[in-house]
C-alpha cells in the first residue's frame, strides 16, 4: 500500500474516531504513543554467537587491513614455495593455495551475506520509523494549519 491510500485510510479513521475525540486529542494521544526499540538494536533481541561472528568477519573482509594482510600470506605463500623449489610444500601450480582459497571463499560468502540480511533488516526497521515520524510531521503540520486559519479567520 503506498503512501497516499496510507493517509487517505489514516485520516477516514481520524475522522470516524472524530465523532468521540476532537482533532488536538487525537493528535496529542499520537504524538504521546512511544516507538519502541532502539533503531541500532531493531530486531536484535537475542543476538547468536553465530550473527556476532558474521559481522566481525564481514567486517573484517570487507577492510584493508584484510585486503593488505591476505595479499601479504598469498606473496609469502608463493615465495616461499619458489625459493623451496624441490622441497617446496606445495609447488608451482600452487594447487593447495587453490583449494585453501575456494574454501575460504565458500565460507566467507554466505558469512557475508548472512551479515548483509541482518544490516538489511535494521535498514528496514530504521525506514518503517523514519516514515512513522514524517507521518506524525505531517499531522503536526495540517493541524497547525488549521490552528492558523482559525486565527486568520477569528482576526477578520
Same mark, same amino acid.
Given at each position: ?5 496510507? =493517509? ?6 481520524? @475522522?470516524?474516531?472524530?465523532? *468521540?475525540? $476532537?482533532?488536538? @486529542? +487525537? ?7 512511544? +516507538? ?17 561472528? &558474521? @559481522? !566481525?568477519? /564481514?567486517?573484517? /573482509? ?25 622441497? &617446496?610444500? *606445495? ?5 593447495? =593455495?587453490?583449494?585453501?582459497? $575456494? ?11 548472512? $551479515?548483509?540480511? !541482518?544490516?538489511?533488516?535494521? @535498514?528496514?526497521?530504521? &525506514?518503517?520509523? &523514519? ?16 490552528? +492558523?486559519? !482559525? +486565527? =486568520?479567520?477569528?482576526?477578520?
Amino acid at each position: 500500500m503506498d503512501t497516499e491510500k496510507k =493517509l487517505a485510510l489514516l485520516r477516514t479513521l481520524i @475522522d470516524n474516531v472524530a465523532e *468521540d475525540f $476532537s482533532e488536538e @486529542d +487525537i493528535l496529542h494521544m499520537m504524538l504521546e504513543k512511544k +516507538i519502541t526499540g532502539d533503531i541500532l538494536s531493531a530486531g536484535e533481541k537475542k543476538v547468536t554467537f553465530g550473527q556476532k561472528a &558474521a @559481522d !566481525r568477519i /564481514a567486517h573484517f /573482509a570487507g577492510s584493508w587491513v584484510f585486503i593488505f594482510s591476505f595479499t601479504g600470506l598469498l606473496l609469502g605463500w608463493m615465495l616461499i614455495n619458489t625459493f623451496l623449489a624441490s622441497r &617446496a610444500f *606445495d609447488a608451482y601450480p600452487y594447487i593447495l =593455495l587453490n583449494l585453501v582459497l $575456494s574454501c575460504i571463499a565458500a565460507v566467507q560468502a554466505p558469512l557475508i551475506m548472512m $551479515s548483509q540480511n !541482518r544490516q538489511e533488516e535494521k @535498514d528496514r526497521k530504521q &525506514a518503517e520509523y &523514519a516514515y512513522k515520524i514524517n507521518l506524525k510531521s505531517e499531522f503536526i503540520l495540517e493541524d497547525l494549519h488549521k490552528k +492558523i486559519d !482559525r +486565527i =486568520l479567520k477569528d482576526m477578520e
